[in-house]
């Protein structure tokens, strides 16, 4: 399910041969099975160093310098086991997680669907996770690799403080995180999308922030983000966006999966499965919540942009709506890891085509225009 595409020399021989095969031959088992063998494959692979970087992708955000604007999003590598071997496959960054304080198993099997005639997954995790622990001890063993590792973090779903949840994996992981991302959006623990309302998210955006303030004296200072759904309401997502301008986070990741079931998908039985939807058919949604967010932001933090990217027209389409950075997952199901090279080719190619100097001339670029089209099909 996860093919894995490459960089250079030897690991990308090996790769790129994994990656071929993988095409055919992970599809046809068990999705969630498939996604296990191929964490068990980048930790195998030869350790390659990654091409040099094009100076001209890098970005400037949250107080961080990426190479390049192309992440992978949370979901991939929940529990920090192959950060270093995805840095090395040509990601600008990675977002580990979701990570909740205790380990918990998730939801019960299956819960991982592809959508093959749709390009589309359909997840329904729960938070599966080892735990904040394990994540700590991984995150520190790898703390002089370098490169840019996010943590995502959420609640257990049984916690009876859910915000305590979040402050505590603040509080621990802090000094191991590029940055954490605050993850409300996930629509796979009951009751975790209600911190998206006004006077909850206040509070727990207050309470962590506070947090990461009072430990920076040992973590250094540690960008907090914002990860919200694509199924907000505009009206929700002006509360949410002047709560955290008013909290004075870095930043916020748009979007999650969307709980949504457009009506034109073709595979209308798996569609059919609980959970959260992501890959092609959240593209126009999460692109619109995107450019929506960013006239409301207004310049006051940077934007990561997530949901459907899966070509290199595709992330461009997402940076001209608003995001300084992208992040990719459901499309590696469909074109590998190569993908991740062809996107920043395409980027480098519309700087050729003389659209700007720089990418971040190109960031909102569209968004204005983009707020004044139909809302898309549903």
């Known amino acids: 399910m996860w093919p894995i595409g490459s960089t250079h020399h030897l690991g990308c021989a090996v790769i790129g041969f994994f990656d071929r095969l993988a095409r055919h031959l992970l599809r046809a088992i068990d999705a969630e099975n498939a996604h296990s063998l ?50 090395r496959l040509g990601f600008g960054f990675v977002e580990i997680g979701t990570v909740t304080p205790l380990p918990q198993p998730g939801n019960p099997r299956p819960r991982l669907f592809r959508l093959q005639s749709d390009q589309a997954v359909i997840n329904r995790f729960g938070f599966n996770s080892h735990g904040g622990d394990a994540v700590l001890a991984r995150l520190a063993a790898r703390a002089g690799e370098g490169g840019i590792v996010g943590v995502n973090i959420g609640a257990n779903k049984e916690s009876a403080d859910r915000t305590a949840d979040y402050v505590r994996l603040m509080e621990a992981l802090a000094p191991v995180a590029s940055y954490v991302a605050v993850n409300i959006s996930s629509p796979n623990t009951p009751g975790l999308r209600d ?116 070509s290199g027209k595709a992330a461009l389409a997402k940076i001209r ?38 990418l971040s001339d190109l960031v909102g670029a569209d968004a204005a225009a983009i707020t004044a089209e139909d809302w898309p099909a549903s």
Request: charged share 25%.
């Open 195 to 310: 911190l998206q309302h006004a006077a909850a998210l206040d509070d727990l955006l207050a309470r962590v922030v506070e947090t990461r303030d009072r430990v920076a004296p040992r973590a250094g200072p540690t960008p907090v983000l914002l990860k919200i759904a694509p199924d907000l309401s505009l009206d929700g997502l002006d509360d949410v966006v002047g709560i955290a301008r008013a909290r004075d986070i870095d930043g916020m990741i748009i979007g999650n999966t969307t709980i949504g079931r457009p009506s034109w998908l073709r595979d209308r039985a798996t569609a059919k499965e609980a959970g959260g939807l992501s890959g092609r058919p959240l593209f126009a949604l999460s692109t619109r919540m995107l450019a929506e967010t960013y006239v409301r932001v207004e310049g006051a933090f940077p934007l990561i942009g997530a949901g459907g990217i899966d």
């Open 38 to 87: 191929a964490l068990k494959a980048l930790k195998i692979v030869p350790q390659t160093r990654p091409a040099p970087p094009d100076s001209r992708l890098g970005v400037r955000a949250f107080g961080l310098n990426f190479s390049n604007p192309v992440g992978i999003a949370a979901g991939f590598d929940k529990h920090a086991e192959v950060p270093d071997p995805l840095l």
């Open 321 to 358: 709506a608003g995001a300084d950075l992208v992040q990719l997952y459901s499309a590696l199901v469909f074109h590998g890891l190569g993908l991740v090279a062809e996107i920043k080719a395409e980027l480098r190619n519309a700087l050729d085509r003389g659209e700007a100097e720089k």
